[in-house]
């Protein structure tokens, strides 16, 4: 122990004080530096750093080259992130776009190669931003051999890649389908998806909307959680929905009926939750907030939860019971409002690891309503007019599985919209004198 008058030194640390500072999901460029220390910090970061692994297009080809079996063995979540790279429209056609996804597919085929080495790996995430630019990223044929290359210790799996790279399409379905047995955790948000990923004898030709006689699903005796995106979030005035594979129809009607057959006690027993998350586009004269549909397949339910983008995040008012803190107004960024809407079935991390809940560090996903104005000078429109008329003018609703529905919208007495779509108080009608 140092002597008062002599100062301390990090170095004095013993090693369980310095494991937990280093266990505090510190991001990878904070670990690199620390490996780069001394031999002990090395000793001490590299499990940390390689047991939550993150993979970006740009690092991903840089990791491919540096091939290390014994780093590989250290790997327990796998996050490869397709992070945006060009803002051009049209940028797909150029040289340097093309010499891009060509280096992604390279480091994705030695990736496949080492998976199987990866005997620790609980957790994969393939995770495209919405905002992508259309073209680039990893192709489907590339996908569905990460698919097929996966562990078996590999118990939690993530696809969210809406907009793949040009190439010749591939069916994942029948990939995630040979899967299901052994996952806990799944979340999908892609293109083209159907009953093929749950089980056998979907006729796309007839694609009915119930699920027939000769479809029969797969067991998925331990699977807790299965929660199935189709639509972004953020939706403008239209909508593109998750299409059916081999179709020109949605896949949403047909997916819940199929996904209902899989969820029954006897098929998957551990089944907690089984979500279909939709969009609605905007509409009516409150063009200020959109509505996102979350369908719940074993309840047999649907609800419409209201939100509002606003400067650098996003305002929802969540269902009772599911705010934050006591409250149903929460504020965050877009992807943690997405995680909060979709019940935490993967969670972001400050490493940006994409992580199901048993694997992720606990954390605050969200912002106080005055501490997000102090730091944005942003109000939501919904609570400005509330505040204003005095009234709750927005609840949250449910309906049938199936139903589209939107949020219920109150216009308080003596207010309406003017020609801007604000909400101001009504001018008395002029009467005639008698």
Not at 32 to 58: A, G, I, K, N
Not at 64 to 69: P, T
Not at 110 to 131: G, K, W
Not at 357 to 380: Q, S
Request: glycine letters at 6%; hydrophobic letters at 45%; charged letters at 20%.
């Amino acid at each position: 122990m140092a002597s008062e008058d002599q100062p301390s030194h990090i170095s004095a640390l013993s090693t369980e004080l310095l494991l937990n500072i280093f266990e505090c999901d510190l991001p990878p460029s904070i670990l690199v530096r620390c490996m780069q220390c001394c031999r002990r910090w090395t000793d001490l970061v590299s499990p940390m750093l390689y047991r939550h692994l993150v993979l970006t297009s740009s690092s991903a080809a840089r990791w491919a080259a540096c091939a290390s079996s014994a780093n590989d063995a250290l790997v327990e979540a796998l996050t490869l992130r397709m992070t945006r790279v060009l803002h051009v429209q049209g940028a797909y056609r150029s040289r340097g776009a093309q010499e891009l996804v060509r280096r992604i597919t390279d480091a994705v085929d030695v990736l496949c190669a080492r998976l199987p080495a990866m005997a620790r790996l609980a957790s994969f995430s393939l995770y495209a931003p919405a905002d992508q630019t259309p073209g680039l990223g990893i192709r489907p044929a590339s996908v569905l051999a990460l698919l097929d290359a996966l562990p078996p210790s590999c118990v939690c799996l993530e696809l969210s890649v809406r907009k793949c790279a040009r190439g010749a399409p591939a069916h994942l379905c029948p990939a995630i389908r040979r899967a299901l047995a052994r996952l806990r955790f799944l979340r999908l948000h892609l293109p083209r998806l159907c009953p093929d990923a749950f089980g056998s004898g979907f006729d796309a030709a007839r694609a009915p909307t119930e699920a027939s006689a000769a479809w029969e699903p797969v067991p998925a005796p331990r699977l807790e959680q299965c929660v199935l995106v189709v639509a972004d979030l953020k939706p403008p005035a239209f909508v593109w929905p998750t299409g059916l594979c081999r179709s020109r129809r949605p896949a949403r009607d047909v997916l819940a009926r199929h996904a209902q057959a899989l969820g029954t006690p006897r098929n998957a027993p551990a089944l907690r939750k089984l979500w279909i998350v939709d969009a609605l586009p905007q509409s009516g004269d409150h063009l200020w907030f959109r509505t996102v549909l979350r369908r719940d397949l074993l309840a047999d339910a649907s609800v419409a939860i209201p939100y509002e983008r606003l400067r650098d995040g996003l305002f929802v008012r969540m269902p009772a019971g599911e705010g934050v803190g006591g409250s149903c107004d929460v504020v965050s960024t877009l992807e943690d409002v997405k995680d909060l809407i979709e019940g935490s079935a993967w969670i972001g991390t400050p490493g940006k690891s994409r992580l199901p809940p048993p694997y992720a560090p606990k954390r605050g996903l969200t912002l106080a309503l005055p501490e997000w104005y102090d730091k944005t000078g942003i109000w939501p429109h919904l609570l400005s007019y509330e505040r204003r008329t005095g009234t709750r003018m927005l609840e949250v609703t449910e309906a049938e599985l199936l139903t589209v529905h939107s949020p219920t919208f109150h216009m308080p007495e003596g207010w309406g919209f003017n020609d801007l779509g604000y909400i101001v108080r009504s001018e008395p009608a002029l009467t005639a004198d008698p």
